[in-house]
């Protein structure tokens, strides 16, 4: 029974860190070295045999095997199976070191080896914890599917997903928007330029329906063991902030253009410039968030996989590029309408406050990005529910408040109609000329 084999390995292990404590003599290393031949060889075992613990959380144990791992880990009713994944992985090289450090010199294998026997016992003790609730689960499988396949592990509980209600208000309220957005779309919107913008917008609001509306029904009963409503649910949720991303460069760009006076030539070049970087940055991102949660054992460490890292590097790194670029290319933009007289006088103010709003809702992203950023290097952290709402959610759905009324972004459409009515005016007194 590995449980056994674990518990002798560290009644093992403390006898042996005990004698090598208190005997500091020539015999230290045939004694060490004998400690730690018995120590590998039980570790050794118990790792041969939990290793078909990764099976089961990569969703490839059928019910023969759940049954051998409920008949080695039968007490512990912890639900923290994502733990055990740098546990696992991290017992090995201890265990390695053990036997070199035993045939080298007393002293040199008696520090060495109490610092890894250590490390191991520790380890082992998480391991133990961890993988038996995973067992308790199998455990506790209906006896009617022992000849077939099961699946054992709720996903939504272990990424600690759980509130319902909470899925159906954001999905409601991006609902609402998406009913605000399009009326905008059809009926607010005078320029290519802001029909644009609420296009982008009403993308936003249908990958966040999609997302929540799944994450509510994989939350509902036991749908928490679909592992297909769970990886579509992921990878929504993770790729549906880009086009807000899409949205204050265009914003800004666009912004640049009037305050500088560029011509239709220029903006076009621009233009494809930024389409070129989001398709370079949403196309990693989506990539990386198809491979990692579709062929990747689930619960792993991106940081395991380099592909997927460069991958998510590239887009999140990007989307931040953009976004920092956003935020001081608003602040540049409002000081640069005062300083050149592109944009008529009467605009000018309501332009400003445009860029300010722009400014707000870059810091916004910020924030969402960061957050992400940090949970990409630190997968085991800041995992609960409420402080993913709070900082990656909330600051999308406060980014498109601004929007769900036209005041703000019809002051494009006033200075495009501005400008054309002006070179109406001008191409008509020409005529009169002639």
Not at 179 to 189: F, M
Not at 208 to 215: G, T
Not at 245 to 274: M, P
Not at 373 to 396: C, K, Q, T, V
Request: proline share 3%; glycine share 4%; with cysteine.
């Amino acid at each position: 029974m590995s449980s056994i084999l674990l518990d002798t390995a560290q009644a093992t292990l403390t006898a042996a860190m005990t004698a090598t404590l208190t005997q500091q003599t020539s015999s230290t290393t045939s004694a060490v070295l004998s400690a730690t031949e018995t120590v590998t060889s039980i570790l050794a075992s118990a790792f041969a045999t939990t290793s078909s613990l990764s099976a089961v959380v990569s969703i490839e144990a059928t019910t023969t095997l759940a049954v051998d791992i409920a008949s080695v880990f039968t007490t512990t009713t912890a639900e923290d199976i994502l733990s055990v994944i740098p546990s696992i992985s991290s017992i090995a090289a201890p265990v390695d070191n053990l036997v070199l450090a035993a045939v080298t010199s007393d002293l040199e294998a008696s520090s060495a080896f109490i610092t890894a026997t250590a490390t191991v016992a520790k380890t082992t003790t998480t391991l133990l914890s961890t993988a038996t609730a995973t067992a308790t689960l199998a455990a506790n499988a209906p006896p009617t599917t022992i000849s077939n396949p099961v699946t054992l592990i709720n996903y939504a509980k272990t990424v600690q997903w759980s509130s319902v209600e909470a899925a159906y208000i954001f999905m409601a309220i991006a609902v609402l928007m998406a009913l605000v957005t399009i009326r905008n779309l059809v009926y607010k919107a005078k320029s290519k330029h802001t029909k644009t913008i609420y296009f982008y917008l009403l993308l936003w609001c249908i990958f966040r329906i999609i997302a929540f509306a799944v994450r509510g029904c994989i939350l509902t009963g036991g749908n928490g063991q679909d592992f297909t409503l769970y990886k579509w649910a992921s990878i929504v949720s993770s790729v549906g902030f880009m086009p807000l991303a899409e949205v204050l460069a265009f914003c800004t760009l666009e912004g640049t253009a009037l305050a500088y006076g560029f011509t239709a030539k220029i903006r076009s070049r621009f233009d494809l410039l930024v389409k070129a970087l989001f398709a370079v940055f949403g196309v990693s991102l989506t990539a990386f968030a198809i491979d990692f949660t579709c062929n990747k054992p689930f619960g792993s460490n991106p940081k395991d996989y380099l592909i997927d890292v460069v991958l998510r590097e590239v887009g999140f790194n990007g989307l931040t590029l953009i976004t920092l670029y956003t935020l001081f290319g608003s602040i540049r933009n409002m000081v640069a309408v005062v300083q050149h007289p592109n944009v008529p006088a009467m605009f000018v103010s309501r332009f400003r406050v445009m860029m300010g709003v722009v400014c707000v809702q870059s810091v916004l992203m910020v924030v969402k990005l960061v957050y992400s950023i940090y949970r990409n290097w630190n997968p085991f952290e800041l995992r609960d529910e409420a402080i993913w709402y709070g900082l990656s959610i909330a600051p999308e759905y406060l980014f498109l408040m601004f929007y769900l009324d036209h005041g703000f972004l019809k002051v494009y459409d006033d200075i495009e109609q501005f400008n054309a009515s002006e070179e109406d005016a001008k191409h008509a007194q020409n005529k009169d000329a002639f």
